[in-house]
């Protein structure tokens, strides 16, 4: 251990790192982004012979030539851009020395501590993205649809939500929620036959077709992130396949 750094220190900036990469890969930050900030908090501290390796379900990450090295696992992943800007401004900020090391280590538990958007707030956002992305995709359809969409996309992201918390494979509950929407949207249909089944569901998809985790993966491809690539490129192919399946299902036994 080098001995102008004492293995306290050491340890602090591991944890600073480590935490704030794990913030950023469950907020779907790309691993070169991850990479990046976990280094400049390093060497911004003064600490130069730093080393990082980011994948989608663990970082790893050695300081004073590898004597010190350390991982963090990431068991949950989600779309929460703004985790990753607050952890990115906390990086600039020490980079621009207007905040110390011990601040740092405090404003970064505190982004880990803080609660997301409320569910109420996120329904609404569901009910909105998928009565404006019906009317993005479909070029002809009636306006009968556009309440459908909303109601649809709503209530299959609650019930996303909501299952996502009873088990640990994603793509379970992704499942779940896409038969759940699927179910409404024939209801919908059976109500009011002027109704059509296609133009809802296009619409309350999108809330959770992994859009971004493809470009992500496509990134980190372009980036050189072969693992991290692949990984995630698997993972939203098998969240889209979950979410055809369960349409699918639906409509195969309700005969639409």
Request: some cysteine; hydrophobic content about 50%; aromatic content about 8%.
């Amino acid at each position: 251990m080098s001995d102008k750094k004492d293995a306290q220190f050491y340890q602090e900036i591991l944890d600073i790192c480590l935490t704030a990469g794990r913030l950023m890969i469950e907020g779907g930050s790309e691993m070169y982004r991850v990479e990046d900030t976990m280094l400049r908090i390093a060497r911004n501290a003064g600490v130069e012979d730093t080393r990082v390796f980011a994948t989608p379900t663990c970082v790893f990450m050695s300081l004073d030539g590898g004597d010190l090295s350390q991982m963090k696992q990431i068991r949950d992943r989600n779309i929460n851009l703004e985790l990753v800007d607050r952890v990115n401004q906390l990086s600039r900020l020490f980079a621009a020395k207007k905040i110390d090391i011990t601040e740092l280590r405090e404003r970064i538990i505190q982004v880990a501590k803080a609660p997301s958007f409320p569910m109420w707030l996120q329904i609404i956002g569901a009910a909105v993205l998928s009565a404006t992305l019906m009317v993005l995709f479909m070029d002809n359809y009636d306006w009968v649809d556009f309440p459908g969409a909303a109601i649809v996309g709503a209530v299959g992201f609650w019930a996303y939500c909501e299952f996502k918390k009873y088990t640990k494979v994603r793509f379970l509950s992704e499942l779940i929620a896409a038969m759940v929407m699927g179910l409404l949207a024939v209801i919908l249909n059976y109500l009011d036959p002027a109704v059509i089944i296609d133009h809802i569901l296009i619409g309350a998809l999108m809330t959770l077709v992994p859009g971004l985790a493809l470009t992500n993966a496509l990134r980190d491809l372009f980036m050189g992130d072969l693992l991290s690539g692949i990984v995630r490129m698997c993972e939203a192919t098998l969240s889209a396949l979950a979410l055809g399946a369960g349409v699918g299902l639906i409509l195969k036994f309700m005969g639409a």
